[in-house]
């Protein structure tokens, strides 16, 4: 298995299982996704020269500056069990870790059996908050600690990537998680 950044050849895998789990990882424009490549922010998983997964992460968020987050996870669905989920998790938090950041956090839909991987991989059930207007599915918050004891996950409040409100907070300045040699 090789974990590397995902670079714009990888594009067209990331943008198809993108598509193929919409609804359990949610939507990203095209133009969005290649931008995340550019920046280095795509951690993507090959096992036998096959293409087989990816996560897209952001090394901080808005308010809370040593919090990295992972926005989308997704392997593809015959090389699940195989442990890249998980290879891929331990490659970010570990570069996460290096980076400075003391925790690694997602947001998963209560219905979905990732929420498993999520406890499988490390990660503590912090909060859940409501779901959105469009499927009103609630969603829980998955907290991993990096350079923090688990008992003071829950001290950062849980509003995630989209701040209060829910609304879109951009990010003002662009921080590489990645080397350009991973």
């Keep these: 298995m090789e974990i590397r950044t995902a670079t714009q050849a990888d594009y067209a895998f990331i943008k198809d299982i993108q ?11 095209p133009g969005a996704t290649q931008r995340e490549i550019e920046w280095g922010h795509i951690l993507f998983a090959e096992e036998n020269d096959d293409d087989a997964g990816f996560l897209l992460v952001q090394p901080t968020l808005g308010g809370q500056r040593t919090t990295a987050a992972i926005i989308q996870a997704a392997v593809r669905m015959d090389a699940r069990r195989m442990k890249i989920g998980l290879a891929l998790v331990a490659a ?3 570069k996460a870790k290096s980076a400075g950041s003391t925790i690694l956090q997602c947001w998963c839909r209560n219905d979905l059996d990732a929420n498993m991987f999520w406890h499988a991989a490390g990660f503590h ?4 908050r409501k779901g959105g207007t469009i499927k009103g599915i609630p969603c829980a918050l998955w907290r991993l600690p990096l350079n923090i004891p ?6 950062l409040p849980a509003e995630g990537r989209n701040g209060p409100g829910g609304r879109f907070q951009r990010r003002v300045k662009r921080l590489p998680l990645f080397d350009a040699q991973t």
């Design 19 to 29: 598509n193929k789990h919409r609804d359990e990882i949610g939507f990203i424009p």
């Design 92 to 94: 970010i938090a570990a």
């Design 125 to 128: 059930h912090i909060a859940t």
């Design 150 to 155: 688990a008992d003071a996950l829950s001290i």
